[in-house]
């Protein structure tokens, strides 16, 4: 089972700082990577698919990359709904789909 | 628009079963795997199964397997998590969610509770 490591547990920002969110996979996914941002009491949201595309609807101030094992989420200027808990999930070597334990992002 | 509705929580002793229904609408149920995924309170998401578009093969995470089975009804647009051999551990909130690039999640329901409690 491949196993994601995410960073930090906890990132402390305010409204208008850039974010940078990472996922460590314990073997290469390829590109084979998301992103879901998910709010108290709401279900998950897909941010970005395979790495670095961004899904219906989502704004261009989210951004992907990486590939192999190493994955950046940024979000180049807070915004206050953007404070959430983020989690990467790997489909390149499934089942199980598996999810990062999350980053939880807080205002500053 | 597409819409991911949970049905069939509740409270469970251990040892129980509980079924959940996810109905979807929206989109061509038929032609899209479906997935459930769980969070336990205060947790992070946890892949629970996965059925594809034709029903033709399931897969589960080890923590549930022999215990709960996937399942589909295109004719109702509906399918299902019979959940057995509930434990204390498989307490959480149960969310179905639609496949996007065999192994995604691009919609979800909102969520049922199950507690497992003696």
């Known amino acids: 089972e491949i196993v994601l490591t995410q960073s930090p547990a906890t990132l402390s920002l305010s409204p208008g700082e850039r974010a940078t969110l990472s996922c460590r996979t314990s073997?290469?996914?390829?590109?084979?990577l998301a992103w879901y941002q998910q709010k108290p009491g709401q279900a998950p949201r897909l941010l970005i698919y395979?790495?670095?595309n961004r899904a219906t609807g989502i704004p261009a101030r989210f951004s992907g990359s990486g590939s192999g094992t190493d994955f950046t989420l940024t979000i180049s200027s807070l915004e206050p709904e953007d404070f959430a808990v983020y989690y990467c999930?790997?489909?390149?070597?499934?089942?199980?789909?598996?999810f990062g334990q999350g980053t939880k992002l807080e205002i500053k | 628009q597409v819409q991911l509705v949970e049905s069939g929580g509740g409270v469970v002793q251990p040892g129980g079963s509980l079924r959940l229904s996810c109905a979807a609408s929206?989109?061509?149920?038929?032609?899209?795997?479906m997935h459930w995924v769980r969070q336990a309170p205060g947790k992070g998401l946890e892949w629970v199964a996965l059925?594809?578009?034709?029903?033709?093969?399931?897969y589960y995470a080890d923590s549930v397997k022999g215990r709960f089975i996937i399942s589909r009804d295109d004719s109702k647009n509906t399918h299902y998590l019979q959940m057995n051999s509930l434990r204390a551990e498989d307490t959480a909130v149960y969310y179905c969610?639609?496949?996007?690039?065999?192994?995604?999640?691009?919609?979800w329901g909102q969520g049922t509770l199950v507690t497992v409690s003696s």
């Open positions: 395979d790495a670095s």
């Open positions: 929206g989109f061509i149920f038929s032609s899209y795997g």
């Open positions: 073997q290469s996914v390829s590109s084979y």
């Open positions: 059925i594809r578009s034709d029903g033709s093969k399931e």
């Open positions: 999930q790997q489909r390149s070597n499934w089942p199980p789909c598996t």
């Open positions: 969610a639609k496949d996007y690039r065999s192994g995604f999640c691009d919609y």
